[in-house]
């Protein structure tokens, strides 16, 4: 049977043999594993209901050894033969884990692990998804749910969409309406909410715990509409579109009105008076607290959809929203639309435009590289969890893509910008917006399979994917994820294995 490695470690021998797993199996702990012998010997238990014990002692036949190295950050081997070997960095043994655990396969009546030699290290820096908590609002537990399921793949960045019209959901103690009453509601009328600032430390420790960086997002100067519930004096009328007021009328969605609740999805309406200085007083103390908060390198600022904002003006903006980030003492990440205006240097572009950029897209994504940033790639055609997987999946957008799981797989974020070098690309991001989501179930519909295909293109050497091997690797793998109750939709494009 293949083995059901996703994504695809860089090298992989495969020999004859296993190692069983027994009531006597020990985790030896070396060099400061404990934290990945924890995490190690839980995996194990979940998966096979055997608890191994944690010891320091001479490994025996049959023991599974984690060793911390100076290896680079997030490389690891993986050496399973008398004895199961780990070693890495705290990164690279997290990942080592991971694998380990992906490799465990029962042969019905023992759990084993087929004897192998991996050596792996990441292809991508920044590997990422995205969790949009604006349009519905997930409590903690989701967000840590969501970080169990992206971490065992691999990914290491979670970016929160925090903030859209329908609702900014952070504790902001310098503006303290915003927790009380642009928090309130979220799309469609559902109930809205907002992480006080212990539930986002939380979610920080947690993701941490699993080698994920918490990216936060504020989105600027548009998406802004909630904040007018609170501040109203910053934040412009709405501005309609054509694109908004058809798609109001086709879901009978109502129109944004300033001061009240926005409970429809369409896009591009708001934005924050951009030459105020109430305005600015308001964005220093916001994303001061939230760089406080954040450990992580990166603030996002969002900066698309700014429909019915002038150009001078939506770069004015984007200008001074950068520098103050870089004030602070995080590097600033927009959409790429920012690639317009004159970026602060290093700023990082999140690309989200198609895998054959139109207009000025791939323009403004070559900008970050040549203001000293680099490029997220979130071709939204390939890489955008919340499109439907085809035209009867109940939830979900299309208006990018229908998006099938061979479709999320194969594309290479190295071939969408002309004249962007390789070396600018910092990584791939999985978004997913909630517009049409409400539940860890449906969460898990949209992301599973996919997200999985998104995680190759992050981690695996490009010359090594193939879309015939992983078709079948995940076919073995959606046993494990069932396993762990991630119940996630099944294509007919995939074999699935009951094991
Ligand atoms: C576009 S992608 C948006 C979001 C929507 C998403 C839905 C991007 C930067 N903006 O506001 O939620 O489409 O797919």
């Known amino acids: 049977m293949v083995l059901p490695l996703v994504p695809l470690p860089s090298s992989i021998t495969e020999s004859t043999g296993a190692l069983s797993l ?39 036949p049959g ?37 380990l655990r992906q490799l465990l396969v029962t042969d019905g009546e023992a759990w084993v692990l087929p004897h192998a030699e991996i050596d792996d290290a990441p292809r991508f820096a920044y590997r990422g ?46 503006r303290p309406l915003l927790a009380e009453r642009s928090s309130t509601t979220a799309a469609l009328g559902r109930q809205g909410g907002y992480y006080t600032k212990d539930d986002f430390r939380e979610i920080v420790r947690y ?17 802004t509409h909630a904040i007018g519930l609170a501040y109203p004096e910053i934040v412009e009328e709405p501005v309609m579109n054509d694109g908004l007021l058809a798609q109001a009328e086709a879901l009978s969605q109502p129109l944004p009105v300033a001061g009240e609740p926005y409970l429809g999805w369409g896009v591009g309406h708001s934005s924050v008076k951009i030459h105020d200085d109430a305005t600015w007083e308001f964005l ?37 929203v950068t520098a103050l980030t870089i004030e602070l003492g995080k590097t600033p990440i927009a959409w790429h639309e920012a690639g317009a205006a004159e970026v602060a240097e290093g700023t990082i572009g999140q690309y989200w435009g198609s ?5 000025a897209h791939a323009d403004h994504a070559r900008r970050f590289a040549e203001r000293g940033g680099s490029v997220i790639m979130s071709p939204s055609n390939t ?40 070396e600018a690309i910092l990584g791939v991001e999985g978004p997913l917006w909630s517009e049409t989501i409400e539940t860890l179930n449906d969460i898990d519909q949209l992301i599973f399979p996919r997200v999985a295909a998104i995680a190759e293109v992050a981690w695996s050497p490009a010359e090594t994917r193939e879309w015939a091997s992983f078709r079948e690797r995940v076919g073995v793998l959606g046993a494990a994820w069932e396993a762990a109750g991630w119940a996630g939709h099944r294509p007919a494009e995939i074999v699935w294995s009951s094991r």
């Open 22 to 60: 027994t009531p006597a199996t020990r985790i030896i702990v070396e060099q400061g594993a404990d934290a990945a012998a924890s995490v190690l010997a839980d995996g194990i238990a979940e998966r096979t209901g055997l608890h191994p014990a944690i010891a320091v002692d001479a490994a025996r």
């Open 63 to 99: 023991d599974i050894v984690v060793r911390r190295t100076a290896r680079q950050s997030e490389q690891y081997t993986l050496r399973v033969g008398e004895t199961a070997q780990l070693e890495g960095d705290e990164a690279g043994l997290f990942y080592a884990v991971q694998t």
């Open 129 to 174: 998804v995205m969790l949009d908590v604006a349009r519905t609002f997930f409590d903690v537990d989701t967000v840590k749910a969501f970080i169990d399921r992206a971490s065992s793949l691999k990914f290491n960045r979670l970016h929160l969409h925090l903030t859209d019209d329908q609702g900014w959901r952070l504790q902001i103690d310098s």
């Open 207 to 223: 993701a941490a715990a699993h080698h994920m960086v918490v990216v936060p997002e504020i989105d600027l100067p548009g998406h």
């Open 284 to 320: 220093r103390d916001a994303l001061t607290e939230l760089a406080e908060l954040t450990p992580g390198p990166y603030l996002h600022v969002g900066g698309d959809e700014c429909l019915g904002t002038a150009q001078a003006d939506f770069g004015a903006f984007i200008e001074r």
């Open 355 to 359: 895998t054959t950029p139109s207009g």
């Open 383 to 422: 890489a955008y969890l919340d499109q439907k997987y085809d035209a009867d999946f109940p939830l979900g957008l299309d208006w990018a893509a229908l998006i099938d799981l061979q479709t999320a797989y194969e594309w290479e974020p190295t071939a969408i910008v002309d004249g962007l070098p390789a």
